[in-house]
Every structure is written in C-alpha cells, then in structure tokens.
C-alpha cells in the first residue's frame, strides 16, 4: 500500500544552520523507497552549506548504497557530499550528509 507523498507531513520546514537528523523510518517510509528518497533530498536542500544532516532511513529498503547514493549523486555532485555511519538497533541505516555549498 502506497501512500500519497501529499499525505505525509515534511521531514521539516525550515532551513537548519546546524547539523540534525531526519527521521525517515517511519511506518509510511518503510512502505514507499520513492518518499525515502524524496525526503532525504528535501533535508538536504534545508541544511545550510557547513553543516550536515543525518539521514536515518527505514531498514525495509536495504542499505542505503542500493538505492539513496546514486539519487543524491545525480541531484547535487559536488555540492553534496556523504558517507555511511552505521545501522541502527532497530535496523534502520545512518548516512551523513555533508553539505559543502548551496543546493
């Protein structure tokens, strides 16, 4: 079951001029990889350059090179740069979003 992207309350709503996390494991994030992605690219347009987010994605979608890297890859290049951390206790994967210029 899929949900509607328009449903699904923001990751967040303002510009962070600091490092934070985002959840997106969430019950509707383990069954839609597409608002994974969506999402992970909507934190990391609301972290100001110097700063990073952590992207904490649901465990349903595998690791996060399977899938997240590429789609961040193709988005930002350069101006984005990011690094697995770990997996979480309850499955989940951590990856760090180093953002080094405006996107």
């Known amino acids: 079951m899929s949900v ?3 449903d699904v309350e923001p990751v967040t709503e303002r510009v962070h001029d600091n490092s934070w996390s985002a959840n997106l494991e969430k019950s509707h994030h383990g069954e839609d990889r597409e608002l994974v992605v969506s999402q992970a690219k909507d934190a990391v347009e609301h972290t100001a350059p110097g700063n990073h987010v952590n992207l904490v994605t649901h ?4 690791h996060p090179e399977t899938y997240l890297y590429e789609a961040l890859a193709e988005a930002y290049g350069d101006a984005v740069r990011y690094e ?3 997996q979480c206790g309850c ?9 080094e210029e405006a996107v």
């Open 4 to 6: 509607s992207h328009d």
């Open 84 to 86: 697995y951390v770990e």
């Open 91 to 99: 499955g989940g994967h951590v990856t760090r979003a180093h953002v």
């Open 59 to 62: 465990g349903d979608h595998g």
